[in-house]
């Protein structure tokens, strides 16, 4: 139990053009969904958090002009990168978190590579 | 906002021998802290996870400790094997884990056969 899918795994897309990935809770409800970027060889960094029905909170430093984040159901969010530029190329991995669990199950992560 | 420090970066270990990996914390807000196990182009994979209110926790060869007072977490693996070799992140949380994920910077752990 405890699926998260994201989707596509990998993206390559040129400058300025935009971007969705969707990240799904298949097989419970997640209140609440985070976003992480990964740079090569670097750690995971909190982007945005989003629950269902209302406006995603977004870490200092994030433009959320940018980073367009929907969370329309308790088992989609969508991150829309925006106007992209080469220094966006990322690891996007996002999590979800199921009631008054703690744990977070995190996606496999979209590989985006602007060119 | 929390900070999370993570020691060392490398940490190169014989098969078999045990490994250990530190991390501290600044917010003392902060009462979930799980570490994660993470391949090249992977996904982060949870291994232990500790809440604030229990001092140590053990699942067969991995093991977590806890002082909320030194505001300091440690995972230790016993029996090293090759296919602990990996990336290691610590991480922390308030509200008990609904607050996004603070990493540490990593731990990369290399089982020397």
């Known amino acids: 139990g405890a699926v998260v899918s994201q989707h596509p795994s990998r993206v390559i897309c040129k400058s300025g053009t935009s971007v969705k990935i969707e990240c799904r809770s298949l097989?419970?409800?997640?209140?609440?969904m985070f976003w992480y970027r990964q740079f090569p060889k670097q750690s995971l960094m909190l982007m945005a958090t989003?629950?269902?029905?209302?406006?995603?909170?977004?870490e200092q430093g994030v433009e959320k002009d940018k980073f367009l984040i929907n969370h329309a159901s308790l088992t989609l969010s969508t991150l829309t990168v925006t106007s992209a530029h080469p220094e966006d190329s990322s690891f996007y991995i996002c999590?979800?978190?199921?009631?008054?669990?703690?744990?977070?199950?995190f996606g496999p992560g979209t590989r985006l590579t602007v060119t | 906002g929390e900070n999370v420090e993570q020691h060392p970066s490398t940490l190169s270990v014989q098969e078999g021998d045990s490994a250990v990996i530190k991390c501290t914390y600044s917010?003392?807000?902060?009462?979930?802290f799980p570490w994660y196990k993470q391949e090249l182009g992977k996904r982060p994979q949870l291994i232990i996870d500790?809440?604030?209110?229990?001092g140590e926790k053990k699942d067969q060869r991995i093991a977590v400790t806890l002082n909320k007072t030194a505001k300091h977490f440690s995972l230790h693996i016993t029996e090293t094997q090759p296919e602990d070799s990996a990336v290691y992140f610590c991480?922390?949380?308030?509200?008990?884990?609904?607050?996004?994920?603070?990493f540490g910077k990593g731990t990369h752990l290399i089982i020397q056969p």
């Open positions: 999590s979800a978190r199921a009631g008054s669990l703690d744990e977070q199950y």
């Open positions: 097989d419970f409800q997640a209140t609440t």
């Open positions: 989003s629950n269902e029905g209302s406006k995603a909170t977004y």
């Open positions: 917010d003392s807000a902060s009462n979930y």
């Open positions: 500790i809440r604030s209110n229990v």
């Open positions: 991480a922390a949380s308030g509200r008990g884990g609904a607050d996004g994920l603070t």
